[in-house]
């Protein structure tokens, strides 16, 4: 059954510097999500993305946030300038269409900032 | 705009006993509702939907919900807990393609 992969599984980075979080959405998916879960905190929306442009996002997506997708595979999160409160699961969804609306979730990214 | 609201953030069941985890919604448009479960240090999981079709939803092991318009609930049941459900189950509502909106989740626990 085809599922949505996400890489790296955890991540550690220092306070300041950039990370990527990569995603593969499931391949006739056409809509793709970025959704965060700080620990013991309900998963927020942060950004959707179709047809090659952001369509909606969060008060936290802000400008040190970007998304992309560089491929016909790949959708990454970029975080510009990493800070604490950044720490958090980083979950990775998309959707085959807008009449479906049914969101399929990857395993996650977990991001330790120090 | 979409709110979820979750009763319940800790349920205390009994192996064998009936699972009823409580979700409550809030939408300007005709909602799209969904379960989701999260076994600890994984993803999400979709466990069953609500899509204008048929209000009673069965979905994966076991685990039902029923859309009640006029109360504004999608309730989760399973009628026998087993102790493998033991995790956390999200609430979620949509009413575009766009983002989903969760709940803070309840947090289920099976005990012999």
């Known amino acids: 059954e085809p599922e949505v992969t996400q890489t790296p599984s955890h991540q550690v980075t220092q306070m300041g510097q950039e990370v990527i979080l990569r995603c593969v959405p499931i391949?006739?998916?056409?809509?793709f999500y970025w959704y965060r879960q700080i620990l013991g905190q309900k998963v927020e929306f942060l950004v959707s993305?179709?047809?090659?442009?952001?369509?909606?996002k969060s008060e936290i997506f802000d400008d040190q946030f970007s998304v992309e997708r560089p491929d016909g595979s790949n959708f990454t999160l970029k975080i510009r300038s990493t800070k604490l409160e950044d720490s958090a699961m980083y979950f990775c969804?998309?959707?085959?269409?807008?009449?479906?609306?049914?969101?399929?979730f990857g395993p996650g990214t977990r991001l330790l900032v120090l | 705009a979409q709110s979820v609201t979750q009763l319940g953030s800790h349920v205390s069941v009994s192996e064998g006993a009936l699972v009823l985890l409580r979700c409550n919604y809030s939408?300007?448009?005709?909602?799209?509702l969904f379960w989701y479960v999260q076994y600890p240090n994984q993803g999400l999981q979709l466990l069953l939907k609500?899509?204008?079709?048929?209000?009673l939803v069965k979905g994966i092991n076991g685990f039902e919900a029923e859309f009640k318009k006029s109360e504004t609930s999608f309730h989760l049941t399973k009628p026998s807990a087993h102790m493998s459900d033991a995790a956390e189950y999200f609430c979620?509502?949509?009413?575009?393609?766009?983002?989903?909106?969760f709940g803070t989740g309840t947090r289920l626990q099976v005990t012999l």
């Open positions: 391949s006739n998916h056409l809509y």
């Open positions: 969804a998309s959707s085959e269409e807008a009449g479906d609306m049914t969101q399929y």
């Open positions: 979620a509502v949509t009413g575009t393609a766009s983002k989903l909106t």
């Open positions: 993305f179709y047809n090659n442009e952001i369509s909606e």
């Open positions: 939408s300007s448009v005709p909602p799209y």
């Open positions: 609500y899509t204008s079709a048929a209000t």
